[in-house]
């Protein structure tokens, strides 16, 4: 999916403070990139986990094209409040951006209905809703459940005065779903959900919040999302980006970090139902799908938060290290997924009508997004530049090599969750050949300190799942989980394995990076036939004599003799 985010003015010097004085040990959850250091143009990542996820907004847009296919080029666009309004007619292509906000009396389907935490002691605690956070915008829609849209409402911040932070003791939760509906189509199809929780502080001040783009990018698709960037700020008349998570016009909330020691959880229902597969960046996942009374899917996710290295680097167009530069030899989209960045004398835009310069902040968790991060890895070095503490988890798109042993959309069929920079998010591949369930991810091989980043990963697996992939019966079940680097050399690490209430829990921790792949093989003991009994002498059956009959006679006197060897009575002859 192509997503752009674009910076509408000057962007000048590395903004370094949100209305208050930055300390020089500013945790790693404020780590805020820099402008790109000359007036060339230039291409950078910054990327830990996908920057979309913070400064989100609702929006729904109507479009028009130069054909029917998601591939047709856009040819204009309109924000809409509901499907019908002007400019919004029914036959058009439809885009939309659906934040959910906590269930009340008015809103009971597509919505939050508990945020929670339980202690390292098992307690746990409801999260207290605080407010809506932007809330209503002038980009807000109305959904309508019939034809799959969900309401366009706001994120939402909760309050856990018993998990206090360096910030307070609020958190901000955000919960997006992304979805299409095609040309003349009935109902709108779900592509993207995902949620997060982060720790946060409001900070006043001036603050651009996020925004649908009002003109339409050259070459952009339908397949594509483009928007403007929340989060930037204006001091002393220059814009410049802002470490905001979210932000409301008037104020900003910066995040902290998250406690790795206390599970995080949401239950959300749902009538815009999610697929059978889950990833995301948690530890001790656990994840639940069941319905609600009026039919609704009623998820419960949770886990403790995870540490994640980030990159950070800036490229002179012209000069792309050769990593790179082979890379998007084959990949158009050095331009795409990423904040748009004016030069530092103000021009916005490149003679093409590309941003001047682009930092990449959102690649795919898919076999091109590895590639194109691992390009990026080879460029920037093995070190990371900052290292946040993240909860977020997101759905796996359906249509994966499993499909037949799925159960459809009403059941949960496995979790992934890892602390890597990349990973493949979708369930492990099947290796026909070797017999394993195979996973790719890659990191930097240090965190910034210097120490080596010890890697994660967790796979938990409906038991019958398991089974339907590899063809096994209901015995039970054992697992070897392997390492294997990307010079192909095994390496040592943690690894566990357990099977109960119907999942399979695999777990591997302490493994090194940068490009390792993981391997889970199981196995089943094949129950040996038992021999048929061979009978012993002494039961052998004895044979019986057979009889036969004579006849004797003594003159006109005759006789029958029936016996094993007959002989005729005295006096009679054998006749």
């Known amino acids: 999916m192509r997503k752009m985010k674009w910076a509408s003015a000057l962007i000048a010097a590395i903004f370094l403070a949100n ?76 885009k939309y951006n659906s934040q959910l906000s906590m269930c009340t009396g008015v809103v009971t389907s597509d919505c939050v209905s508990s945020v929670f935490i339980k202690d390292s002691n098992g307690i746990l605690t409801e999260g207290k809703f605080v407010e809506n956070y932007p809330g209503e915008t002038r980009f807000s829609y109305k959904g309508d459940p019939s034809i799959n849209l969900p309401p366009g409402d706001s994120s939402f911040i909760v309050d856990f005065p018993a998990l206090p932070h360096k910030g307070g003791t609020q958190y901000l939760v955000i919960v997006s779903m992304l979805g299409y509906r095609g040309f003349n189509e009935p109902k709108f199809t779900l592509e993207d959900f995902a949620t997060a929780i982060y720790a946060v502080s409001k900070v006043s001040g001036n603050y651009s919040m996020a ?79 069941t319905k609600a009374g009026d039919s609704d899917q009623l998820i419960t996710i949770a886990g403790k938060p995870s540490v994640v ?42 003679p093409e009508g590309l941003p001047y310069s682009i930092l990449k902040t959102a690649f795919g968790y898919d076999e091109g997004g590895m590639r194109e991060v691992r390009a990026w890895l080879d460029s920037v070095g093995d070190k990371a530049a900052y290292a946040p503490t993240v909860w977020t988890v997101k759905n796996i798109r359906s249509g994966t090599q499993f499909e037949k042993c799925m159960k459809g959309q009403e059941s949960l069929s496995g979790i992934v969750s890892t602390n890597s920079t990349m990973y493949i998010g979708a369930p492990p591949t099947f290796n026909q050949a070797e017999q394993t369930l195979d996973y790719q991810v890659t990191s930097p091989h240090f965190l910034p300190d210097g120490s080596v980043f010890k890697g994660m990963y967790n796979l938990v697996i409906k038991s019958e799942v398991a089974r339907c992939i590899y063809g096994f019966s209901d015995a ?66 004895i044979a019986v004599a057979k009889k036969t009959t004579i006849t004797c006679v003594r003159g006109k006197t005759s006789k029958k003799v029936t016996a094993v060897k007959p002989v005729c009575p005295t006096g009679y002859k054998k006749k």
């Open 211 to 289: 925004q649908p783009e009002d003109k339409t990018q050259v070459g952009t698709t339908l397949y594509g999302r483009a928007w403007k960037a929340g989060g930037w700020t204006n001091e002393g008349g220059v814009n410049k980006r802002a470490s905001c998570v979210q932000s409301a016009g008037t104020s900003c909330l910066i995040s902290w970090p998250l406690s790795l020691n206390t599970e995080f959880g949401v239950t959300l229902k749902l009538r815009t139902q999610i697929a059978g597969w889950i990833h995301g960046r948690l530890t001790d996942a656990r994840a639940e799908i």
């Open 309 to 350: 290295p980030g990159l950070f680097a800036w490229f002179k167009k012209s000069e792309l290290p050769a990593p790179l530069k082979n890379h998007y030899a084959t990949d158009n989209r050095v331009d795409s997924n990423g904040n748009g960045y004016a030069s530092n004398s103000g021009i916005g835009d490149g």
């Open 19 to 94: 209305s208050v004085a930055f300390a020089a040990d500013l945790p790693d959850e404020q780590f805020l990139a820099i402008n790109p250091p000359t007036n060339d143009r230039y291409t950078g990542i910054n990327f830990a986990v996908g920057e979309n996820d913070k400064n989100t907004m609702s929006s729904l847009e109507a479009f028009t094209a130069n054909g029917t296919s998601r591939d047709s080029l856009e040819t204009s666009k309109t924000s809409c409040k509901q499907i019908g309004d002007s400019g919004c007619e029914a036959s058009k292509f439809f």
């Open 476 to 541: 039970p079940v054992s697992a070897t989980i392997s390492i294997v680097s990307s010079d192909g050399t095994n390496q040592v690490a943690t690894t566990l394995f357990g099977e109960r209430n119907g999942w399979m829990y695999l777990s591997a921790n302490n493994f090194t990076f940068s490009a390792p792949t993981l391997k889970v093989k199981l196995t089943q003991e094949v129950a040996k036939a038992e021999p048929s009994p061979v009978p012993s002498a002494s039961a052998s059956p």
